[in-house]
């Protein structure tokens, strides 16, 4: 990680996503953008879970302290899960995370939470936009506990 | 029919509906003789760029199929073969096929292509359309099953001229030829088959465009075939994916499209439409666009624009108004050749309002039509079949897929010009079919595919073998993948790493199979496609090679990557790569997991009692599974029972009353009338749907059915003046004699209420050809009326266009209005006075009417958004159901054991909902057939020693898969409940919990690889 950032310190910062993605409804929207041909930055690193719900808040937190400039989940519509209810889990545990991680000094725009479906391969590709412009704006993740006031590193 | 039936059918020809056709049978228990006149299997879809609307990757899509239809233990597939005679009768047939030789023995083969390299014969490449060449050993195209050459005796050097002779000419592929496979003393040979039941679909031929000289074709170089140029657009084609002139090798700049050739025409006796060429020229004015790397100008020229197929309206719109594609309503005169020898070609043509214009052009496409193919002709009159006029085959009304002999089903463009989806479709219809015929003798002559034993991996240092795939220039075009390779090379773990241009092929499979054993890999990674529609092909490979299927892990480098970043092919190259090392991570932490094994209830339950739901719970139930047909209204029939007569002049009343009566009396229906559903659970094999009554029903598979609605126009004074109605409402009236009707003398039908617009961006498909056949009734009954339809595009395709010339020749009156002048429909005292503007005259033209009959729009079903939730099905976006693939799996969800049919799907005609009937019925026949249902086993396990007990799993757990055993203090498992999502391993306090194939180590390294 370390390398690339060095890389593009003199070209238009490009932020890496950790993209956590489920199998039924987001990944299958990407895979849709694809078909489409809808155009999207190449910031996101897709991780393929079968559902939102299997996503553990200490992956976000593993994402972030590996210097992932910002973390998308995506899952099914509140409804539509696969599993029936594995996104209600996943919207629970990130309401959570994202105050720990608001708590803890972390910008909460670096983590996003969205819903897409199977069948929204152009929303998909509005959400890796969005999600790439609030990052973008933030600027390279310089470690989740930094410590402003010149306290040490703790990782 | 014979009593003596056999478990076996044949298939002829081994397009895609062969092969679909062959997969559902052979799946399903039923052993299948595929034959095919050339040398591979494939038909046309191998040949074609890309598919619309999705412009998804033909070959890329095909692929899989080619492949598993190629190793299916039980479809036996024959090359270079026809069949020459036949007797018997349904349930049992004799077939004899003769095979030509091939003079290279399959056996041996490797498909190396050292014969064709040693090969001093070239001739005009059939596959390339004659664009390029090929050699006299050839091979059809390089993902071909079976994945072996073939040597053409006409133009072989040694077969033409030294073998009557007994003189040793050339023979140079001989001693090329490492293997030995090479026998140039083969025969003819000719031999027997036992079927019960035949499935025709021998596909189509083009139209020969010389045959119509003002086109130029044949004289004029820069005049070419749709065919043609998607052979100069496809990455495997002449000039490798580089859009140039064949004979130039110019890029063009601005090319053209002249729609109807041979299409449409009278005059030389093909009054119908081909019905795909209007999607397919819009495609490649798109692609071609997309393609090029200078700015192309693309025109098409055409006289109707007919698309009225599933999202093919959107498509046109997106052509036309954000790919900047030119449209031309006109008719062309004829194509010359530019003076300024600079090889363009000119276009004389006339516009709507009578202007001639003309008009230069790099490259002309004529978008030639469908004919019946010389074979199937042949084919026909073999087995005495009624034929068409065109010399299509004809089929029995409303079947589907019967031919004019029992126990002979036909599919594909054997019956007429149709498109992927729809030949599908009626190639899992007539498997349906085939399979309810033969149902007594499922299982009878099939045999089982065995695997190699697994090889044993579990402690063995880890080798993965990394492969990455250039998808033609689909990702090679964009991401660097000779980089990528390299660094996969430098990973750890990685003892291999390589590329292909199609990994999905049959010759990359073997050639993977064969790295594992010879690299002693035992994690394989490819990065490709999406796993989701190629995952399990490569499984399979493994499988076959002895690993575990689990072993294994994609990246996904071309629908997530360079098709969304196709103008930054560094950034995208850069994603492949630390893509294809997620993927290694993860493959490289993968353990052996076994499958778990369900019941499977042989039960279907079929949701909607129109046309489509008795249609699909008769052939389900002629296969021999139970049914529950449930119907909300009172009575079955759906809308089908408001019309009076269908499309070729079937009696609607009698069709749908035979349809009641057999659904009413099958043993194997058991029917629910008047009630609804309350709620559904449960997965493929194990369904329990409660209806509203109370009542729970248990079922294996479901078939959505529920049909659509009709649009209440809100325009046209429609509800304010009783001569105002819809069409079905029109169709009543006339049926009923009602003197609206009787009495009538002006009548004018508008077109296109409530489809292709902004509410309803789709068009309904059946409007057109629906409002021509009532214009037809009441101008036929009385001769003196004046009928006017007013429309948009006509879009009276395949056969329907023989009722539209009928209509304009009797005197029945077409004006066309545009999108931005629709008609006015006013009251002037208790008069009706429809006012439109003339294109020809170009001016507002009044009409004052008797009769209105508005042709409102199908629109999706009301009920669509609860099944969509019960089931966790997709909708699109006009609220119709989403199928797992819109060209090759048009029946299926993507949720496995629930299918769809009819309106539901999209709006269509009586005819095509049967078709889809059918096709549901076969695709769930396929999964009720199974013995037992196979999970992959990726499920959720304990580590007892870290659990304390705590519950908090079994409370996440929506399947109630995971319960706390209290005595052992520990949370146990179950297999055949739970679904592999997840959520207990997410939730678990002390990480006791994970998921296979997804752990949370596997997740932690990938994301510490960030």
């Known amino acids: ?155 | 029919m014979s009593q003596n039936k056999i478990g076996s059918v044949l298939i002829v020809g081994a397009g895609i509906a062969g092969i679909q056709a062959a997969l559902d049978l052979a799946e399903s228990g039923y052993l299948v003789h595929l034959v095919e006149e050339s040398s591979a299997i494939g038909g046309t879809m191998p040949m074609l760029d890309k598919t619309f609307p999705t412009n998804d990757c033909s070959m890329c899509i095909l692929s899989p199929k080619l492949v598993e239809c190629g190793r299916h233990l039980n479809v036996r597939t024959y090359t270079n073969s026809q069949v020459v005679k036949t007797e018997g009768e349904a349930g049992n047939f004799k077939v004899t096929i003769k095979q030509k030789a091939r003079y290279i023995d399959l056996e041996k083969c490797t498909g190396c292509g050292a014969c064709a390299e040693a090969c001093p014969v070239k001739v005009d490449d059939e596959f390339n359309q004659g664009l390029g060449k090929r050699k006299a050993a050839f091979k059809q195209y390089s993902q071909a099953f079976p994945n072996a050459y073939g040597i053409d005796e006409k133009n072989c050097l040694y077969q033409t001229r030294g073998k009557a002779k007994g003189k040793d000419i050339c023979l140079k592929c001989v001693k090329a030829c490492q293997a030995g496979a090479i026998d140039h003393q083969m025969e003819d040979k000719e031999f027997e088959v036992e079927v019960g039941s035949m499935i025709l679909n021998p596909g189509f031929k083009i139209f020969d465009a010389s045959r119509l000289d003002y086109y130029g074709y044949g004289k004029i170089k820069s005049v070419i075939t749709s065919l043609e140029f998607e052979r100069l657009l496809s990455a495997s084609g002449p000039f490798d994916g580089h859009l140039v002139r064949p004979f130039d090798q110019k890029e063009p700049q601005k090319i053209a499209w002249i729609q109807c050739v041979g299409s449409r025409n009278a005059k030389i006796n093909n009054n119908y439409c081909s019905g795909v060429c209007c999607m397919y020229a819009i495609k490649e004015a798109v692609i071609a666009k997309e393609h090029s790397h200078i700015p192309v100008d693309t025109t098409i020229f055409y006289m109707d624009m007919r698309t009225p197929g599933k999202d093919f309206e959107k498509y046109y719109n997106n052509a036309k108004n954000n790919q900047g594609v030119n449209f031309i309503r006109s008719r062309v005169y004829e194509v010359t050749e530019a003076k300024d020898d600079s090889g363009d070609a000119c276009i004389r043509y006339s516009t709507e309002d009578g202007k001639i214009c003309e008009d230069q052009f790099d490259l002309v496409v004529l978008s030639v039509g469908l004919e019946p193919g010389d074979s199937s002709k042949e084919l026909a009159q073999m087995l005495d079949l009624k034929v068409n006029k065109f010399g299509f085959a004809e089929l029995e009304p409303l079947s589907g897929v019967n031919t004019s002999k029992a126990g002979v089903f036909a599919a594909g463009a054997f019956s007429g010009p149709r498109d992927i989806p729809e030949t599908v479709m009626q190639a899992s219809a007539a498997a349906g079919a085939a399979s309810a015929l033969l149902s007594d003798e499922r299982g009878t002559l099939v045999s089982e595919k065995e695997y190699p034993p697994e090889l044993d991996v579990v402690g063995d240092v880890i080798r993965t073998g990394v492969f990455i795939c250039h998808c033609g220039v689909n990702i090679g075009g964009v991401v660097d993948v000779p980089s990528v390779v390299e660094y996969a090379k430098t990973l750890p773990t990685v003892a291999y790493a390589t590329d292909k241009i199609y990994a999905c092929s049959q010759d990359a499979q073997a050639s993977i199979k064969a790295l594992i054993s010879e690299q002693k890999l035992n994690r394989i990674v490819v990065s490709s496609c999406s796993p989701r529609t190629h995952e399990p092909l490569f499984q399979e490979t493994l499988k076959e090679a002895g690993l575990n299927a689990h072993l294994f892990d994609m990246a996904n480098i071309r629908d997530q990557c360079s098709w969304v970043h196709m103008h930054e092919p560094e950034k995208a190259t850069e994603k492949a790569k630390d893509l294809t090392k997620l993927a290694i991570v993860r493959a490289s932490m993968q353990q052996p997991v076994q499958p778990i094994f369900m019941s499977m209830n042989h039960t279907a339950l079929v949701i909607g009692g129109g046309v489509a739901g008795m249609t699909s719970a008769v052939s389900l139930a002629d296969q021999g599974y139970e049914v529950h047909l449930v119907e909300k209204d009172n009575a079955l029939g759906g809308v089908a029972r408001r019309f009076s007569t269908g499309f070729r002049g079937e009696d609607m009343k009698a069709f749908v009353a035979g349809l009641i009566d057999q659904v009413s009396n099958h043993p194997n229906i058991k029917l629910h009338v008047g009630v609804g559903i309350k709620d559904v659970g449960g997965f493929l094999g194990n369904f329990t749907t409660t209806l509203e009554n109370g009542e729970q029903l248990a079922h294996g598979v479901a078939l959505l059915t529920i049909g659509g609605q009709e649009y209440k126009p809100k325009e046209y004074l429609y509800g304010q003046d009783d001569r105002v109605m819809t069409q079905i409402e029109m169709d009543e009236a006339i049926y009923n004699h009602d003197p609206k009707v009787d009495n009538a003398k002006n009548f004018v039908f508008i077109q296109c209420v409530g489809s292709r617009s902004d509410e309803n961006p789709y068009c309904s498909r059946t409007c057109c050809t629906k409002s021509v056949k009532l214009a037809l009734k009441v101008k036929k009954k009385n001769p003196g009326a004046n009928v006017f339809v007013l429309y948009r595009d006509m879009r009276t395709y395949g056969y329907y266009e023989e009722d539209y010339e009928e209509a304009r020749r009797i005197g029945i009156i077409f004006v066309r209005y545009s999108e931005n002048a629709k008609p006015v429909l006013s009251k002037e005292a208790d008069t009706l006075v429809v006012t439109v503007t003339d294109h020809v005259l170009d001016r507002p033209i009044e009409i004052e009417a008797d009769l209105v009959c508005l042709a409102a729009a199908i629109k999706a079903p009301a009920d669509g958004k609860k099944l969509s939730k019960w089931f966790k099905i997709p909708l699109n976006a006009e609220g119709f159901f989403l199928e797992a693939h819109m060209k090759l799996r048009p029946v299926d969800f993507s949720t496995d054991g629930v299918f769809m049919a009819g309106i539901a799907h999209s709006p269509k005609n009586m005819e095509e909902v049967v078709a889809q009937a059918k096709a549901a019925a076969g695709r769930a026949g396929v999964a009720l057939s199974q013995d037992q249902v196979e999970s992959a086993g990726l499920n959720a396990f304990v580590n007892k020693r870290k659990c304390t007990a705590c519950g908090t799993c079994e409370a996440v757990c929506s399947a109630k898969a995971v319960t706390v055993d209290m005595v052992n203090r520990v949370a146990v498992v179950n297999d055949a409940l739970c679904k592999g999502c997840g959520a207990c391993a997410s939730s678990c306090r002390c990480g006791a919990i994970s998921l296979r194939g997804c752990t949370n180590e596997q997740i932690v390294e990938m994301l510490n690889s960030l």
């Open chain 1, 1 to 155: 990680m370390g390398e690339i950032q060095v890389e593009t310190e003199n070209k238009k910062y490009e932020p890496k996503i950790a993209a956590f993605l489920c199998n039924w409804c987001s990944y299958a929207g990407a895979d849709l953008a694809g078909v489409g041909r809808i155009q999207y930055p190449a910031t996101i690193r897709t991780i393929r879970v079968p559902c939102s719900g299997r996503i553990n808040p200490l992956y976000v937190l593993k994402a972030m302290a590996n210097g992932a400039d910002g973390v998308l989940v995506s899952g099914c519509h509140p409804g539509d899960c696969h599993y029936i209810s594995g996104n209600y889990v996943a919207r629970r545990k990130f309401a959570l995370i994202k105050s720990l991680l608001n708590h803890v000094g972390l910008e909460e725009d670096r983590i996003s939470f969205s819903w897409v479906s199977a069948a929204e391969g152009g929303r998909f590709a509005e959400v890796v936009k969005g999600v790439t412009e609030r990052v973008s704006a933030l600027g390279p993740n310089n470690g989740i506990f930094k410590v402003v006031d010149g306290g040490a590193a703790d990782e």
